[in-house]
């Protein structure tokens, strides 16, 4: 039943990472890793991921609390009927920073590391989100940050 | 008897009250379809949600208007349930069911649901954002095969899965007459 149900949207729960992982700077993919000043929280909540899909945290380890998965998940009216659309970011801790090592996702949706990252970041830039304490300095940088005035 | 009988007694009746317990019969699961049914026409989607397991699957296949390739998806009970919320915002929704069929497992902890359904409701263009509820042409009919898995959980009957296939048609809105409710 629902078979024909449009496309529509609903936050998720369940089990969660801590604060201290969500609140690491997330790192640009490229080589050396450039902080991009934002905290993958400020990241989500800027995207907006925390309230218009279903989001699912998971551990690829149930050992490791420095690795999570977040599934982003919707289904959208497709031209022939409902479709089930997907996003899978992997994040792991590498010291004061999270990196984002894997990017899954539906038919259609890039998974190149590089191009995910700069997507999240239209988010906080787009907002002027809070950076992290590191780059509230005039002369801060980070990778796509854009400077102060 | 005996006192220090007792405990054992008490043990197998428990035992014996446990194994009734687990099953389950086909009055109980032709009720709790018509439950199911009732819900979904309400559109009450706390309801619809509650009646199915926490491990739920809905395997969908779905033929649309146009006659392409079918559609096919795979959600779980998080994505069901917020398809459920969305459902609930619909002001127009017929569900007629055409047939039932309960096939109980040997076990009688499980059965196999086969239902046929007619369901009527709005059809939204897609890529197209709806100014009001009443914005829309055609109503959409969807005729749907269910074969669903039903069983307890927690004491309580739930779906544990659905496979379902839906042919979808289309009707022009003045030619449904459908109540707002």
């Known amino acids: 039943m629902f078979g024909a149900l449009a496309a529509y949207k609903l936050a998720g729960s369940g089990d969660t990472p801590s604060r201290a992982f969500t609140g690491l700077e997330l790192a640009a993919a490229d080589s050396g890793h450039t902080g ?13 991921l925390n309230r218009n899909t279903v989001r699912t945290w998971s551990r690829p380890d149930k050992h490791n609390d420095g690795e999570w ?3 982003l998940e919707n289904v959208v009216q497709g031209s022939n009927g409902p479709v089930r659309v997907f996003q899978k970011f992997t994040f792991t801790r590498h010291g004061e920073q999270l990196w984002l090592t894997d990017v899954d996702a539906s038919e259609g949706i890039p998974t190149g590391l590089g ?31 854009p400077p102060k005035n | 008897m005996r006192p220090r009988s007792l405990p054992l007694v008490l043990l ?16 109980q699961v032709a009720e709790f379809v018509d439950q199911a049914d009732a819900a979904a026409r309400k559109r009450f989607a706390p309801e619809i949600c509650e009646l199915r397991g926490k491990d739920f699957t809905l395997d969908l296949t779905f033929h649309g208007y146009e006659g392409r390739a079918p559609s096919q998806m795979q959600i779980t009970r998080k ?22 069929d309960i096939h109980m497992a040997m076990d009688r902890r499980t059965a196999t649901v086969t239902a046929e359904y ?19 042409t055609h109503f959409q009919i969807v005729e ?11 004491g309580d009957l739930r779906f544990l899965s659905t496979h379902a296939e839906a042919h979808q048609a289309l009707i022009g809105k003045d030619h449904v007459q459908l109540p707002y409710d």
């Open chain 2, 118 to 136: 007619i369901e009527t409701m709005p059809y939204f263009e897609p890529d197209i954002v709806p100014k009001t509820p009443d914005d829309f």
């Open chain 1, 115 to 145: 191009q995910n990252i700069d997507g999240l970041l239209d988010g906080p830039h787009g907002m002027k989100s809070t950076p992290v304490d590191r780059c509230r300095a005039s002369n801060a940088s980070g990778y796509l940050f």
């Open chain 2, 12 to 27: 197998a009746a428990c035992a014996a009250l446990a194994g009734c317990s687990r099953e389950i019969t086909r009055q």
């Open chain 1, 36 to 48: 991009t000043c934002y905290a993958l929280d400020t990241v989500l909540i800027a995207n907006g």
């Open chain 2, 144 to 154: 749907s095969r269910d074969e669903s898995v039903v069983g307890l959980e927690d």
């Open chain 2, 79 to 100: 994505l069901y349930c917020q398809q459920a919320g969305a459902f609930s915002r619909l002001r127009q929704y017929k569900l007629e069911r055409k047939s039932l």
């Open chain 1, 69 to 71: 998965s977040l599934l």
